[in-house]
């Protein structure tokens, strides 16, 4: 792993939307596990304006705004003048291009709302992912941190955790259950990874 004089990664997190593990992995790298391991060295976001990115302005941190009329070139070349070594998606709707998942081959992870491999896959991302477990029947669901590869959802799973699903769960509390576990299980996901 590529790290500078003070031994840590420059990660890079990739955002479309609220950015709240976005903001779970800021929080770590200035106070929690990751602290010692990684910074955010810049924040690619799909869109130009989201809480994501307003998230990122206020800590201060690099933006890269990757809508569709931006080449691809731009973005690799910033990722390397950043000194990117890490790749942390984090609710990021565009696919990666093949390009970027060659130079990070291993070095891109995802968190998925659900247990995967269940209710994962193309177009299963947001409040999808919690009506189809809920009308699934799950007595459980949970969240999964996986490496990215070239198919959705389908890399190999780096950590996982439940929650119970109550009787009268409903999508919108399951979503909020799950995402309080990911706040926590992400970080812990990514300092696994640096210190594999
Ligand atoms: C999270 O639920 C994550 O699992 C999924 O997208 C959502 C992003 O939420 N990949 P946020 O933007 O981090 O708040």
Same mark, same amino acid.
């Given at each position: 792993?590529?790290?500078?004089?003070?031994?840590?990664? $420059?990660?890079?997190?990739?955002? #479309?939307?609220?950015?709240?593990?976005?903001?779970?992995?800021?929080?770590?790298?200035?106070?929690?596990?990751?602290?010692?391991?990684?910074?955010?060295?810049?924040?690619?976001?799909?869109?130009? #304006?989201?809480?994501?990115?307003?998230?990122?302005?206020?800590?201060?941190?690099?933006?890269?705004?990757?809508?569709?009329?931006?080449?691809?070139?731009?973005?690799?070349?910033?990722?390397?003048?950043?000194?990117?070594?890490?790749?942390?998606?984090?609710? &990021?709707?565009?696919?990666?291009? $093949?390009? @970027?998942?060659?130079? &990070?081959?291993?070095?891109?992870? $995802?968190?998925?709302?659900?247990?995967?491999?269940?209710?994962?896959?193309?177009?299963?991302?947001?409040?999808?992912?919690?009506?189809?477990?809920?009308? *699934?029947?799950?007595?459980?669901?949970?969240?999964?941190?996986?490496?990215?590869?070239?198919?959705?959802? *389908?890399?190999?799973?780096?950590?996982?955790?439940?929650?119970? @699903?109550?009787? $009268?769960?409903?999508?919108?509390?399951?979503?909020?259950?799950?995402?309080?576990?990911?706040?926590?299980? &992400?970080?812990?996901?990514?300092?696994? *990874?640096?210190? *594999?």
């Amino acid at each position: 792993m590529a790290e500078d004089s003070e031994n840590k990664t $420059n990660l890079a997190v990739f955002v #479309s939307g609220r950015g709240s593990n976005l903001e779970s992995i800021i929080d770590s790298c200035s106070a929690g596990l990751l602290e010692p391991l990684a910074r955010v060295a810049l924040v690619v976001s799909s869109k130009a #304006s989201s809480g994501a990115c307003r998230i990122a302005e206020s800590a201060g941190i690099d933006r890269f705004i990757y809508s569709k009329d931006i080449p691809l070139e731009d973005l690799l070349a910033t990722l390397r003048d950043k000194a990117i070594s890490f790749i942390a998606l984090a609710g &990021y709707l565009r696919r990666i291009e $093949n390009e @970027i998942l060659q130079r &990070y081959s291993g070095k891109i992870l $995802n968190v998925h709302p659900a247990l995967l491999p269940k209710f994962g896959g193309k177009g299963m991302y947001g409040m999808r992912v919690h009506q189809a477990v809920i009308e *699934a029947g799950e007595k459980l669901s949970g969240a999964t941190v996986h490496y990215v590869t070239e198919d959705y959802d *389908a890399g190999a799973i780096l950590a996982q955790e439940t929650v119970e @699903i109550g009787s $009268n769960e409903t999508a919108d509390s399951l979503a909020d259950k799950v995402l309080t576990l990911e706040h926590r299980l &992400y970080p812990e996901a990514i300092a696994k *990874a640096l210190t *594999a």
